[in-house]
């Protein structure tokens, strides 16, 4: 049985969509170390594929040459990775599915880096930042530092259309660079750039006209932005404190967002990917809980980098577990369909379509949101405990019998190791769970898009 709007047809701007799903951007270190995609990478992405979405969003590839969000992960700043691309993008879309890139540059959000290098701290302004980045201070960028960020965004999405791909996205969201310079709190620049809600929105202006003049009016090109920044959540300690403290606690709320919305309509570009929050991860863009204990693993992992990162990792392990959860964890919660509301207030603003991302994975929440509230619908962690979820739907369940907990343990363990389903309660055992995470690693072809059986006894 399948449902009268999961499974309609969608088209934008030429580019046919099979029904109205998407699994969203997630990614894990599935390259080589030089940024060029390797099998991992296109068997990761086709195992979703081939499980009946309509399209595939890819994580966030860099389009800096020198700055990764994290090592082994793809990029698309210069033209030597142009011919794995175009490899790997035939093979995704031989499913049937439809393939878009997601472009971003992390800015002083960078999470990973071989040593600790000045260029991983640039950003809209000097700040501290205690949860995101490993630099102690970002940087402010010179003009000169924007105009060729500016330019490698146009030359990645050209690579993006060389390669073959249905589409791109480039993400003001996440916590990257461009919302860096979106937000107020971040923000404090007295510049062109700065200042004002209108300058602040000058570099995703000049990207998104740069973008679109290198791909031209006919590729399909879209914009990943929160409707709401709630800068108060998670927990964490930024510093300056700006005046007001409007700016600070919540930094852009909907109003500032959705005049966004407008000018990036106006801009010519084609579909609005709305989620919220700021920082990745957080409460608003990755609704659930928090494993505080993974998180701990990772400030570990990367304490060497910095004098900010040392102390980050000394504060995790001198606090016992329970108090981390009762601090970090605040705001965490599973909320089914978090930004369906925020999406049907952009559907209101603007006429070019919206996506809705953030805690889809139950049949109805999903058609709710499609009943006006959005055009198509986003996820990853859903898909990627349940990669034949749409089977599910088209039999006309609601949720696969072993759905996604939202623990968020694929979002936070993914720096360190194969990204995967971490949450032990999914499986009968560590070693099933483990067979899992290796099977959607496999540098061979996947075979079918089912889970593992599990074939080993709980302990």
Request: hydrophobic letters at 40%; a neutral charge; glycine letters at 8%.
């Amino acid at each position: 049985m399948s449902s009268s709007k999961i499974f309609e047809p969608f088209s934008i701007n030429g580019v046919a969509f099979a029904n109205r799903i998407l699994r969203s951007s997630i990614g894990g270190r599935h390259s080589f170390y030089d940024g060029t995609p390797g099998p991992t990478f296109r068997n990761f992405e086709k195992r979703f594929a081939a499980g009946g979405v309509g399209g595939v969003i890819s994580a966030t590839i860099t389009v800096d040459d020198e700055r990764w969000p994290l090592l082994e992960y793809p990029r698309l700043s210069n033209d030597a990775v142009l011919p794995a691309f175009r490899e790997a993008v035939r093979d995704i879309k031989a499913t049937g599915a439809r393939y878009l890139i997601q472009l971003g540059d992390v800015g002083a959000h960078t999470q990973l880096a071989l040593i600790s290098k000045d260029l991983d701290q640039m950003s809209a302004s000097r700040t501290f930042d205690l949860l995101y980045g490993y630099r102690s201070l970002s940087t402010a960028m010179t003009v000169e530092d924007i105009e060729r960020t500016v330019a490698n965004f146009a030359a990645a999405a050209r690579r993006v259309r060389e390669a073959g791909c249905d589409g791109l996205e480039i993400t003001a969201s996440k916590g990257y660079l461009i919302q860096q310079f979106l937000n107020p709190a971040t923000n404090r620049r007295t510049d062109a750039y700065g200042g004002s809600k209108e300058k602040r929105f000058r570099l995703l202006e000049e990207v998104a006209t740069a973008v679109r003049k290198s791909v031209g009016d006919d590729f399909l090109f879209g914009i990943r932005l929160s409707a709401a920044d709630y800068n108060y959540l998670p927990i964490n300690i930024r510093l300056p404190v700006v005046w007001p403290p409007k700016d600070y606690f919540f930094g852009n709320t909907l109003e500032t967002n959705l005049e966004y919305g407008r000018k990036l309509e106006a801009l010519g570009v084609d579909f609005l990917h709305i989620d919220a929050g700021f920082g990745f991860v957080n409460p608003k863009g990755n609704p659930g809980t928090l494993p505080v204990d993974a998180v701990r693993n990772f400030f570990n992992y990367t304490r060497h980098l910095s004098a900010k990162a040392w102390l980050r990792a000394f504060l995790m392990n001198l606090l016992p577990l329970p108090a981390l959860r009762a601090t970090l964890g605040l705001g965490w919660k599973v909320d089914e369909g978090a930004n369906a509301d925020f999406a049907a207030a952009f559907k209101r603003a603007v006429a070019i379509p919206v996506i809705s991302n953030a805690g889809y994975q139950r049949r109805e929440v999903i058609e709710a949101a499609l009943d006006g509230k959005c055009d198509m619908v986003s996820m990853a962690r859903p898909l990627l405990a349940n990669p034949d979820l749409l089977d599910v739907f088209r039999r006309g369940g609601s949720l696969p019998e072993n759905p996604c907990t939202f623990c968020n343990r694929c979002c936070t363990t993914t720096t360190l190791v194969p990204v995967a389903c971490y949450d032990p309660s999914r499986f009968p055992s560590r070693d099933a769970m483990e067979a899992e995470v290796l099977r959607w690693s496999a540098n061979h072809a996947p075979p079918g898009v089912a889970a593992a059986a599990p074939d080993a006894e709980a302990v």
